[in-house]
């Protein structure tokens, strides 16, 4: 019989989490960390589980059927197996609940988001409208909508199934899609002073949400964003009916494939304003933080999906005469992989720390304004990363991994929505350029780096605590002295950005692999710290004892 080779496997994804287990053992209360241990551990079960389950089969995705057989409008959408239990899976387990409770306070951010990593690769991209439902609960109490968070808050936060309500966010069109100051949506005031909506919104994810918020332009008003208006709609009757809304089509995408997503045209859908008429840009504006958290974190899952299953086939593959595992180039190029993934992880993490400390009033000014700034960064470093580290993980299969049923390919394709949407990497450059408008920015930056290199105290952490602080503060003066030709400055935003965000990332990096090796004996931490700040040529007979270190491990 010939031979046949045997397949990546999955484990528990919480059991055999390193990185994840070890941050929560370093932030979170010893009472809390047994609490939430159950949850965790069912979703990493679960994880294993819907990847044996859903691994080789036919790619399945939404239906429209837009007319019923009278010829009557029905635009009805059948949604994926897959889909539907996901919908209870995060009700029940508090997915977005978690992040808003008391319960854990400052906390729960952290909470939430574990259980957000664990899911997001196994949730059918049931993450997107979680993260939408999660970013409309923080907006509407923002504005402090009595009306709409007695009616619309309960049901997002439910953990329920039956109760729990998702939320879409309406936004795009096709002449405003970051640029959204030229949507063509238009709201109006019928007789009996109820706004209606009308315009084409070209790309609406999770159209089968309860609830939605879109962006429109009251009649009357003036161009541009400030005169839009942010609207909170309920797209569906009571009976699943749509009310002044058409469905055009749903949208074939690249990846996300499950995720419905549509074109669709307002036909007098009614609409109540969230925060008054006018500013519905900066109404959103608290949403942000919310969903580019999401962002990464999803991006994180990905490259640790990736990751995990690149390793796992290393132990099993067999080439030329040796493990993969055993070969010390493959043993060098899944070590980068991981010290990668690594940095990543926590810089996504510290910035959902910080956002359940702002969240609480817990957190300094400084503190806010670092948030501010570490959120894009967060958002569009890893975004950028898990396409590349999915990709690098396919290369690790050989041609094995190019074939559709092994898996890889869906995770690739789906990892490519993560640096487009809420806001394409050049976007968030810019957007990381308006933060660093005010000089408190790269100050608050610069102290949060300085008191984590100081706080090192391993003495194998050293020199590339050095290392970091060498080269990190050159910044402030290199974007100082571009400051003054406003071209250059543009320009240079995608490398300004992606360099504030890994000095930070290594600096968090070093924190964490400290904190192992003291309270943990382990060197796993602080081997990917000194890997991911030595890539240099010179470095690299230093790193070489620590690739076995990081492929092996679990």
């Known amino acids: 019989m010939s031979f046949v080779q045997a397949a990546a496997e999955l484990g528990n994804q919480y059991r055999d989490d390193r990185v994840l287990r070890s941050h929560l053992q370093r932030c979170l209360p010893a009472p809390m960390r047994d609490s939430i241990a159950p949850e965790l551990d069912e979703l990493g079960a679960h994880a294993a589980l819907a990847w044996q389950r859903e691994r080789g089969r036919s790619a399945c995705e939404p239906q429209l ?117 030229n949507s063509e949506t238009e709201a109006r005031q019928d007789a009996t002073g109820q706004w209606r909506l009308y315009g084409r919104k070209w790309f609406t994810s999770a159209v089968q949400a309860d609830t939605a918020l879109a962006l429109a332009r009251p009649a009357g008003a003036g161009p541009g964003a400030e005169s839009l208006s942010l609207f909170y709609l309920e797209p569906r009757d009571a009976q699943g009916r749509w009310q002044g809304v058409q469905i055009n089509r749903l949208k074939p995408k690249l990846g996300t494939r499950e995720l419905p997503s549509a074109e669709t045209e307002l036909v007098g859908i009614a609409g109540t304003p969230v925060n008054g008429i006018g500013h519905g840009v900066r109404s959103i504006a608290p949403m942000l933080n919310v969903t580019r958290s999401w962002n990464a974190v999803c991006a994180i ?131 990381v350029l308006r933060v660093l408008r005010q000089p ?58 992606l360099a504030l965000a890994r000095h930070f990332a290594a600096a968090l990096l070093l924190r964490q692999g400290d904190w192992s090796l003291r309270h943990e004996g382990d060197p796993r931490t602080a081997a990917a710290a000194r890997r991911f700040i030595g890539r240099s040529r010179a470095a690299m007979l230093d790193r070489y004892d620590d690739a076995a270190l990081l492929v092996l491990e679990r």
């Open 65 to 181: 059927t837009p007319w019923d057989s009278q010829g009557n409008r029905i635009d009805r959408i059948e949604l994926t197996p897959a889909w539907i239990e996901s919908r209870g899976l995060a009700a029940r387990l508090g997915l977005v609940a978690a992040g808003h409770e008391d319960t854990y306070a400052q906390h729960g951010r952290t909470h939430q988001f574990a259980l957000v990593y664990l899911h997001h690769v196994a949730s059918a991209f049931f993450t997107c409208p979680l993260a939408m439902t999660d970013g409309a609960a923080t907006c509407i109490k923002a504005a402090a909508n009595t009306e709409l968070l007695a009616r619309a808050w309960p049901r997002w936060l439910s953990r329920d199934p039956e109760q729990f309500w998702i939320s879409g966010q309406w936004m795009t069109e096709t002449p405003g899609g970051s640029d959204v100051g």
């Open 301 to 431: 899952a990905t490259l640790r999906r990736a990751l995990a299953l690149a390793r796992d086939y290393a132990t099993r593959r067999r080439a030329f005469g040796k493990l993969l595992a055993e070969q010390p180039l493959h043993q060098a190029t899944l070590a980068d992989l991981q010290a990668d993934f690594e940095a990543a992880f926590q810089l996504t993490f510290e910035v959902v720390g910080l956002l359940g400390r702002a969240q609480h009033d817990q957190a300094s000014d400084d503190e806010r304004l670092l948030l501010r700034l570490l959120t894009p960064l967060a958002k569009l470093w890893t975004g950028k990363l898990a396409v590349a580290i999915t990709s690098e993980a396919i290369e690790c299969f050989g041609g094995a991994g190019y074939i559709e049923d092994s898996g890889l390919p869906q995770l690739l394709r789906d990892a490519q929505v993560l640096p487009i949407w809420e806001g394409t990497t050049n976007v968030l450059s810019l957007d």
């Open 440 to 497: 408190a920015a790269l100050d608050s930056w610069r102290r949060a780096l300085d008191r984590l290199l100081d706080a090192v105290g391993a003495a194998e952490l050293k020199n590339a605590a050095a290392a970091v602080r060498t080269q990190a503060m050159s910044l402030p003066t290199a974007i100082a002295a571009l400051a003054a030709e406003p071209a250059r400055l543009e320009a240079a935003a995608r490398e300004i950005a």
